[in-house]
Every structure is written in structure tokens, then in C-alpha cells.
């Protein structure tokens, strides 16, 4: 069974960085996309970015020459980069992989989360 974990949330003052990480973990052939959305307090979920296995990239307008994200197909590990932080990036961030591929079949899976707090 595959599962998707986050790491690399934390608390950084505005302006700072941080570096988030998911990894999934199962007998994988290949995932098709891998991205990243968050949920601050009081909104819905959001698409934050994502990447093709081919490398094709999307990212939200709020975060266009900030994050950059990134994956190591033979690890089935997703990265973001987070840079110039400021305090509405706050929410936690939630992984996403579609398209895995198994030795028993093709799925989607969501990771538990990471919280991100930029502080003023």
C-alpha cells in the first residue's frame, strides 16, 4: 500500500525559508504528477504547485518566483522550496501523488500534512 509522507514544516519569521519534503513509500513502478497544496485557517485547499514526472511544472500566482518544486523519480520524493516567506503562507501543507503505479494497481494518495507557521 503506498503512503505519502511530509516533512520539513516548521515555524520561520517572514522572509525566511524552508524546505519541505514527501516521500512515497511502497513497491512503486512510477507516479505520474506529485504537487503540494495547503490549507490556511479559514479557507479551502489550494493547488500550491506540481510536477509531471517529465518535469512539467505549475504554480499557484501567490507563490510564482518564491517556491520552487522539484522530484527525484527513483527516490518517489517531491520537494518544495520555499523562499521569501511571508505570514498568509501559513497553513499546512498537504502532499499529492497521482497516477502511482504499483505491482497491483494505479492510484492517488494524499499525504497527513505539514504545518507551515511564518511569523511577522
Known amino acids: 500500500q503506498v503512503r505519502l509522507v511530509e516533512s520539513g514544516g516548521g515555524l520561520v519569521q517572514a522572509g525566511g525559508s524552508l524546505r519541505l519534503s514527501c516521500a512515497a513509500s511502497g513497491r512503486i513502478f512510477s507516479i505520474n504528477a506529485m504537487g503540494w497544496y495547503r490549507q490556511a485557517p479559514g479557507k479551502q485547499r489550494e493547488l500550491v504547485a506540481s510536477?509531471?514526472?517529465?518535469?512539467?511544472?505549475n504554480y499557484a500566482d501567490s507563490v510564482k518566483g518564491r517556491f520552487t518544486i522539484s522530484r527525484d523519480n527513483a527516490k518517489n520524493t517531491v520537494y518544495l522550496q520555499m523562499n521569501s516567506l511571508k505570514p498568509e503562507d501559513t497553513a499546512v501543507y498537504y502532499c499529492?501523488?497521482?497516477?502511482?503505479?504499483?505491482?497491483?494497481?494505479?492510484?492517488?494518495?494524499w499525504g497527513q500534512g505539514t504545518q507551515v507557521t511564518v511569523s511577522s
Open positions: 499529492n501523488a497521482v497516477g502511482i503505479l504499483t505491482t497491483t494497481y494505479e492510484s492517488d494518495a
Open positions: 510536477i509531471t514526472s517529465i518535469g512539467s511544472r
